[in-house]
């Protein structure tokens, strides 16, 4: 049987509180800064219409006279060689709007990588784009995502890439930029997989089979617990017990102790409809998607000046139990 969740539609729940984005109050510096946070809007509306958690959290924090500030988002990508994915996927594209890696982890167990980039703008979210070794998975396995990738869309041209690395004020055509960028991110970039191999895939690799059905789609945005700003939500433990009370399924356990540089949580993934060939014909089956994250950050002393900073990256243990959020558990 399928795991138990929310199903959702990316259409069924109404725009509300924060439909316009947690990226409206940064005060952008430049034009392509401006872009920057409009792509991320656009993203953000689609995923907020899909996780019907996130506006229960919207309510929670208006109510408290609180604020929302987005910590990271989260992307999942295939790692293969012909064609060649992985990571630079979606990197580049972020690394043209300024990004620059400030993080690499390791997660053997999962066959993954991943690399999270930072903004020189202090407040725009990190983003953690993580891969799939897909050499390291049966060959069976390999086969089934193979033969999904053949026919992978081609990469994005270096022409945007250049549009988007000297974008200004003068810059012609950025509605039609923003449009590719966002159908980058939203649209599947290979044809419709079977079901049979996204069932197939997910009894080795819950990730892989997540990967093959919603491409490069945004896993999950984080609200940063640090930053609402008021003792009723003031820490993570008082922001999930809010959340709890309102009816909001949440992660049994929260990764990372008391006081420690960085601890985590998140509702429940929802679930919704994902399409998928069946003996030819197009169809639809439930599965996981996305879950709302919380983020707590603490402050760690800097090497190189002795103060005290807050910790910015992430721990590899605390991510590994996170991946699991997605799981779906099938015959």
């Known amino acids: 049987m399928f795991a138990s969740g929310v199903v959702a539609t990316m259409d069924t729940t109404q725009h509300g509180l924060g439909s316009l984005g947690p990226h409206q109050d940064i005060e952008a510096r430049n034009e392509r800064e401006r872009f920057t946070l409009e792509l991320f809007d656009r993203l953000w509306d689609r995923y907020r219409r899909r996780v019907a958690y996130v506006a229960t959290y919207e ?3 208006q109510d408290a006279g609180a604020r929302f500030f987005n910590d990271h ?3 999942r990508t295939f790692a293969n060689q012909c064609p060649t994915t992985g990571i630079a996927s979606l990197s580049r594209l972020f690394e043209a709007l300024d990004y620059r890696p400030a993080g690499v982890y390791d997660f053997p167990d999962k066959h993954l990588n991943a690399i999270h980039y930072q903004h020189t703008h202090p407040e725009f979210p990190k ?4 891969e799939l070794k897909t050499w390291e998975l049966s060959d069976g396995s390999q086969r089934e995502i193979e033969d999904v990738l053949d026919s992978h869309r081609p990469a994005v041209s270096r022409e945007t890439l250049a549009s988007l690395a000297a974008l200004n004020e003068a810059s012609p055509d950025k509605s039609s930029l923003l449009d590719e960028l966002v159908a980058q991110v939203e649209s599947l970039p290979w044809d419709v997989p079977p079901r049979e ?7 080795e690799s819950q990730y892989a089979a997540w990967v ?12 940063l617990v640090n930053s609402h700003g008021v003792e009723a939500l003031n820490s993570l433990e008082n922001t999930i017990d809010a959340l709890a009370a309102a009816g909001v399924p949440m992660k049994a356990e929260i990764e990372g102790e008391p006081g420690s540089k960085l601890r985590q949580s998140a509702t429940q993934a929802v679930t919704i409809d994902v399409a998928v060939m069946d003996q030819g014909r197009p169809t639809t089956m439930p599965w996981s998607y996305a879950y709302f994250e919380l983020a707590e950050r603490n402050p760690v002393v800097d090497s190189s000046t002795g103060e005290l900073v807050r910790f910015e990256g992430f721990l590899g243990p605390q991510a590994t139990n996170l991946f699991e959020m997605t799981r779906v558990n099938t015959k």
């Open 73 to 75: 988002i989260a992307f």
């Open 212 to 223: 093959l059905v919603h491409g490069y789609n945004v896993n999950h945005f984080t609200s």
């Open 197 to 203: 191999a996204v069932e197939k895939l997910n009894r």
């Open 59 to 61: 309510r929670i924090v």
């Open 127 to 130: 983003l953690f784009v993580s």
